[in-house]
């Protein structure tokens, strides 16, 4: 494994962009991870080590059961603890971990082909099953609770107020989740994407015209409202990755406009800054969905020889009798 893992770094810094593109991603996650520690420091550091140990544990535990995988499944762990508040319990933390590297060993093994950030998904899954618990912040450097910037809008101003520098909302030091508060980190690891040719700057650009276009219509702060960390996190790392995107010219663009413009209608209904995550999980499921029901249009008979197959190996057969003493 470690071999493997130098080799994938050493590809990364001759040539990103055929490099492995797990390895890839990772790093577009160092620069939001470094801006979380330095803003909510030991509460940051906790996380990360959630995160880690629950890959490395899905690790070991496929090689004792001779399942071995080929890599550590990292990337959806972080992507699904990035998102959880630093205030929020570890046990919330490490149930997120879990269902991402669940889903995502799941989704390696039955369907390949199904482009979705599963950290993402199991993020919004916890979220809701947990009714919110995952969604506590803290004030950078503190243990005081107190709501992000969207939901302080949301309960105590509106419309085009701005009751947060917004350069302040763009270096992140501000409540938020635990590695993705800074909108300026994120454009760090946006930027590592794109040099790697794995960023769709069509995806980014139609979403925030999907977004711009409400934020417009409703009379609210364009700045206030886009200049965020995590507005952007699922955004840019996470939807516009090209791995997560349909292979379609005209499907991308029409991704980008419809994350962007959900994202902003959850928003005007109540949701905070979880609307970013939700709407983009929920059209990255939307889109593997379409997918899959032309998948099986296309492959008809390939489907009902391996539905012929399930039902002949869960078949019970009869005993048979026995025979004479």
Same mark, same amino acid.
């Given at each position: 494994m470690i071999r493997n893992a130098l080799r994938a770094v050493k590809q990364v810094g001759t040539d990103p962009v055929a490099a492995d593109p797990t390895v890839v991603a990772i790093l577009a996650l160092i620069p939001p991870v470094v801006a979380g520690i330095v803003f909510f420091r030991l509460l940051a550091v906790e996380m990360l080590t959630i995160a880690v140990g629950v890959a490395v544990a899905a690790y070991a535990a496929a090689r004792l059961r001779d399942h071995p995988l080929e890599s550590v499944p990292l990337l959806p762990a972080l992507v699904g603890v990035a998102l959880v508040g630093?205030?929020?319990?570890?046990?919330?933390?490490?149930?997120?971990?879990?269902?991402?590297?669940?889903?995502?060993?799941? *989704?390696?093994? $039955?369907?390949? +082909?199904?482009?979705?950030?599963? #950290?993402?998904?199991? $993020?919004?899954?916890?979220?809701?099953?947990?009714?919110?618990?995952?969604?506590?912040?803290?004030? @950078?450097?503190?243990?005081?609770?107190?709501?992000?910037? !969207? *939901?302080?809008?949301?309960?105590?101003? #509106?419309?085009?107020?701005?009751? !947060?520098?917004?350069?302040?909302?763009?270096?992140?030091?501000?409540?938020? @989740?635990?590695?993705?508060?800074?909108?300026?980190?994120?454009?760090?690891? &946006?930027?590592?994407?794109?040099?790697?040719? +794995?960023? %769709?700057?069509?995806?980014?650009?139609?979403?925030?015209? #999907?977004?711009?276009?409400?934020?417009?219509?409703?009379?609210? %702060?364009?700045?206030?409202?886009?200049?965020?960390?995590?507005?952007?996190?699922?955004? &840019?790392?996470?939807?516009?990755? *090209? *791995?997560?995107? @349909? +292979?379609?010219?005209?499907?991308?663009?029409?991704?980008?406009?419809?994350?962007?413009?959900?994202?902003?209608?959850?928003?005007?209904?109540?949701?905070? !800054?979880? %609307?970013?995550?939700a709407a983009i999980a929920a059209v990255q499921v939307g889109v593997a969905g379409v997918q899959g029901v032309g998948w099986v249009g296309r492959n008809r008979q390939q489907v009902r020889a391996r539905l012929h197959q399930l039902r002949s190996t869960t078949e019970v057969k009869p005993a048979l009798p026995a025979g004479p003493n």
């Open positions: 630093p205030a929020a319990s570890p046990v919330w933390a490490a149930a997120v971990a879990l269902v991402g590297v669940g889903m995502e060993l799941a *989704r390696d093994r $039955y369907t390949p +082909r199904a482009r979705l950030q599963t #950290g993402l998904v199991a $993020y919004v899954l916890v979220w809701l099953a947990s009714q919110g618990a995952t969604a506590a912040y803290v004030n @950078p450097g503190s243990t005081t609770p107190v709501a992000e910037p !969207i *939901r302080l809008w949301l309960r105590y101003f #509106g419309g085009a107020q701005t009751p !947060i520098d917004p350069v302040r909302l763009y270096v992140g030091n501000v409540a938020g @989740p635990v590695f993705a508060t800074s909108m300026l980190a994120v454009v760090v690891g &946006a930027a590592w994407l794109w040099y790697s040719r +794995r960023l %769709s700057l069509l995806v980014v650009l139609t979403f925030l015209v #999907g977004a711009t276009v409400p934020v417009v219509i409703a009379g609210w %702060s364009p700045v206030y409202q886009l200049f965020s960390g995590p507005l952007w996190f699922a955004a &840019a790392l996470l939807l516009a990755d *090209r *791995r997560n995107l @349909p +292979r379609s010219p005209i499907g991308r663009p029409l991704v980008g406009l419809v994350a962007g413009g959900t994202c902003m209608w959850l928003r005007a209904r109540g949701l905070a !800054i979880e %609307s970013a995550p």
